[in-house]
């Protein structure tokens, strides 16, 4: 047929030829990730993605944007993650100011150096059931601690599925995760709490070959710094 179309091309001008041809690639590719998507189920995209992060972490660039809806305030930052199995996470914020998010999977550390101010909690508090992207630290638990649903994505390069907690809590509503088809790892994260609040956390130049100590996910106060106990 295409060649045919070609022949044509004589008659119906060359511009219009390309168009044609142009048109009917488009028509291809879009079949083509449509036919992915059928022959993956949610169960398939899933162990994709456990397989992805089996290893024992990952070192990677964030971008974070928080709306605020009832006060109308945007919030943006932007920093490096680093994640370690399971549950272990430090958050090293670099912009708009310095701030670093630790937890060893049960103490939580925030310190704020401007501030000379160090926050200690306990990190279920505040990473437990999949708050602060906590799945990243352990990807079995998605499916343990939300129910999942395969949405349609507007872009056919990736996938977006919605999780929602299962057990419930205002701090978080749902999730929605975008994943490339091509390497199943995880791009954007967009959470809501019960407030309509919405943050996206976009991750970029992910690194899985980083191998961390337990230590680096542990922090040791500096001296002179004013030390917080955090509410449960």
């Not at 219009?16 to 449509?34: D, F, P, S, Y």
């Amino acid at each position: 047929m295409i060649d045919v179309r070609i022949t044509n091309c004589v008659r119906i001008g060359r511009w219009l030829c390309v168009l044609m041809l142009l048109v009917m690639a488009g028509a291809a590719v879009e079949a083509e990730h449509r036919n992915t998507d059928l022959l993956l189920t949610q169960d398939e995209i899933l162990d994709g993605i456990e397989k992805r992060y089996a290893g024992p972490g990952f070192a990677a660039d964030f971008f974070q944007e928080s709306n605020l809806k009832e006060m109308g305030i945007t919030d943006i930052a932007s920093g490096k993650i680093f994640v370690k199995r399971p549950g272990m996470m430090r958050w090293e914020y670099e912009k708009p100011e310095k701030q670093t998010i630790i937890t060893d999977s049960e103490k939580l550390w925030i310190y704020r150096p401007e501030d000379n101010q160090l926050m200690v909690g306990e990190a279920p508090s505040y990473f437990g059931d999949g708050k602060g992207a906590s799945f990243l630290s352990d990807m079995k638990q998605v499916r343990k601690k939300f129910t999942i649903s395969l949405e349609f994505s507007d872009n056919p390069l990736f996938y977006l599925l919605k999780l929602v907690p299962v057990r419930k809590n205002i701090d978080l509503n749902e999730i929605y995760l975008t994943i490339s088809k091509k390497t199943f790892e995880i791009e954007k994260i967009v959470t809501f709490n019960a407030y309509g609040d919405k943050t996206r956390i976009t991750l970029s130049r992910v690194d899985f070959s980083r191998t961390l100590d337990d230590s680096f996910f542990r922090f040791s106060p500096p001296k002179g710094v004013d030390v917080l106990q955090l509410d449960r």
